[in-house]
């Protein structure tokens, strides 16, 4: 009994302990070396269409709306204050510090993370990639190198997006329909906004996340089961882990950056 | 056709991103407004400097003119100073001029009134490095009430 758990236990952390190392190998694979910009560059063009410009929607949608409710929300407690003219900073805070780049990645792990996942686990059920191998055609440096830097470069720049247009719905509630007036909207806004502190800083959290998201992807599509059940399984994993872990770091960097 | 569709698309979304970067950083951060620029370093030293804080701004007449750049204690009195920047561009006040530690409105924050003094033969202009000599303490609202309620029970 107790040694069977125990067993499961081992197991559990073994394999846990060899997917870090496979996904490890499969990075270094894939990014280390001699770069190709001539065959890498359309790549990671192609990629950077598929898994930024395809997102943009989306992004631009969820940062409207969350601009708008985050400023509707803001108004009814500070107007009780009467401190209505701090919902520019309220908002613009929140959206750099905080919601800009963890729901941008939150919402990249949805929508880029899950179809990369699918797509490779998909070439490996179809033996695509093995078919590159006998080709003499590297499938790290081909398939997943692009897609790892098209992530990398992609989800700050929609973060940042994401933060715009934010602002500029918390504009469209707090000033347009709730009657804040404008100019005290962005100029205490800019005088509580600093730019390294929370921009640069909002756009390092983003480049840490895009990292983490890009990879669970990968790998779990690299190192899924080449079945229909595993790869739906892989899918699955890829969301909720790489979900998990952002929430997770977004803890710590916030602890390193704000929390001092 | 497909590639040069896809390249277009990539170069908007670029663009777009720098763009809300710039709008980021001039529109809501507002910086190279007042992170650039030549500015010049005056020292004051008040008895309470209240909730003055690093960076708050310091006001001529309601117009910003420069930042605090840092507040210490004077080792010899433990007196606070205060490291004031002020731009280049506004490099002509007199050593006549004061310093109070005011309060925009009745909560919100306290910033650095700077009043220009008067000029005549024997007044000189402040120069990089030298002190304001007048200057007032931040009024605490919790001593002015404690004054009050004294007052009232003589």
Known sequence: ?260 | MTTRKIEILVGTFIVLAAAAFFMLALKVANAGVSGSGESYVLYAKFDNIGGLKVRSPIKVGGVVVGRVASIDLDRVYYTPVVKMEINSQYSNFPETSSVAILTSGLLGEQYLGLQPGFIDETVEILADGDSVQDTRSAIVLEELIGQFLFNRGN
């Open chain 1, 1 to 260: 009994m107790i040694t069977d758990k125990l067993q499961n236990l081992g197991r559990d952390t073994i394999n846990n302990i060899a997917g870090f190392g496979r996904s490890g190998i499969m990075l270094f694979g894939a990014l280390v070396g001699k770069p190709d910009f001539r065959k890498g560059f359309p790549l990671f063009i192609k990629q950077l269409y598929v898994i930024g410009v395809l997102s943009l929607l989306i992004i631009v949608v969820s940062g409207l709306f969350i601009g708008m409710v985050l400023a509707l929300q803001g108004y009814t407690v500070l107007v009780k204050f009467g401190a209505e003219g701090m919902l520019g900073p309220l908002v613009a805070l929140s959206l750099l510090r905080e919601l800009g780049p963890v729901v941008t990645a939150l919402l990249f792990a949805g929508r880029a993370g899950s179809a990369l996942t699918a797509e490779i686990g998909l070439m490996k059920a179809t033996e695509q990639l093995s078919g590159m191998e006998m080709m003499a055609v590297d499938p790290l440096r081909r398939i997943i190198a692009p897609r790892f830097w098209a992530g990398v470069v992609s989800m700050p720049l929609l973060a940042l997006v994401f933060n715009a247009v934010g602002i500029l719905g918390g504009h469209l509630i707090g000033v347009d329909w709730l009657g804040v007036d404008a100019g005290s909207y962005w100029s205490t806004m800019q005088a509580n906004v600093d730019l390294y502190q929370d921009v640069v800083n909002g756009v390092i959290k983003s480049i840490v996340f895009a990292v983490i998201v890009i990879w669970i992807a990968l790998h779990k599509g690299f190192d899924a089961i080449p079945t229909s059940e595993g790869i739906s399984r892989a899918t699955t994993q890829t969301v909720v882990t790489a979900s998990l872990t952002v929430l997770g770091f977004d803890f710590i960097l916030t602890a390193l950056m704000f929390g001092g």
